[in-house]
């Protein structure tokens, strides 16, 4: 998610207001107040509509895009390494470092062809994590769209800036 510029939900607003979208997942977001600022993250893993568990943290001084791709990792140490999920992010940015560009980064000793790779450690955590889960299929989501477990998500990481 971008900075904040809508109405925060919480949690249980968001249950009652939005029932669209995938039923069974681990639903992730990061958010920020400014860019940089204090940011939140958030997941939540449902099976069958109903939550198996859910996580949420805050960084007094972050970025948007360290708060979702905290949210991943903090996924992915979640899940048992032989699961069978899909996670779901709505930064694209996130999606397509794991599964399009981390490969190539690493056979190029962790560098982009136009520079550094920002957020590096991040990355590296989460590209680890993400092979070590193979069953595990990262795909992109639409934000703010009234798919009630990605809107829960976005809920939990605004519930960290509280």
């Known amino acids: 998610m971008a900075p904040r510029t809508q109405e925060q939900l919480t949690p249980e607003q968001v249950l009652a207001r939005f029932d669209a979208g995938p039923k069974t997942g681990v639903f992730t977001d ?15 893993w449902v099976e069958a509509d109903r939550i198996r568990e859910e996580g949420r943290g ?18 992915y140490r979640t899940l048992p390494e032989d699961s069978q999920v899909t996670i ?12 399009e ?3 190539k980064w690493e ?17 590296q955590e989460l590209y680890a994590l993400a092979q070590a889960h193979p069953g ?10 009234g798919s009630r477990w990605n809107e829960y998500a976005d809920a939990l990481a605004g ?3 509280a």
């Not at 895009?65 to 905290?70: D, G, H, I, P």
């Not at 779901?88 to 599964?99: A, F, G």
């Not at 056979?107 to 990355?123: A, D, F, M, S, Y």
């Not at 595990?136 to 769209?145: K, S």
Request: hydrophobic residues 35%; negative net charge; contains cysteine.
């Open 30 to 44: 990061g958010s920020c107040e400014g860019n940089p600022g204090p940011g939140g993250w958030g997941f939540v």
């Open 58 to 75: 805050a960084d007094p001084d972050t970025t948007n895009n360290r708060m979702e791709l905290t949210a991943l990792i903090e996924a």
């Open 88 to 99: 779901y992010s709505d930064s694209q940015l996130c999606v397509n470092t794991i599964n």
């Open 159 to 161: 519930l960290a800036l």
């Open 101 to 103: 560009w981390a490969a």
């Open 136 to 145: 595990v299929e990262l795909t992109w989501i639409r934000a703010h769209d």
């Open 107 to 123: 056979q190029r000793g962790w560098r982009r062809k136009t520079g550094p790779i920002k957020n590096l450690e991040l990355v």
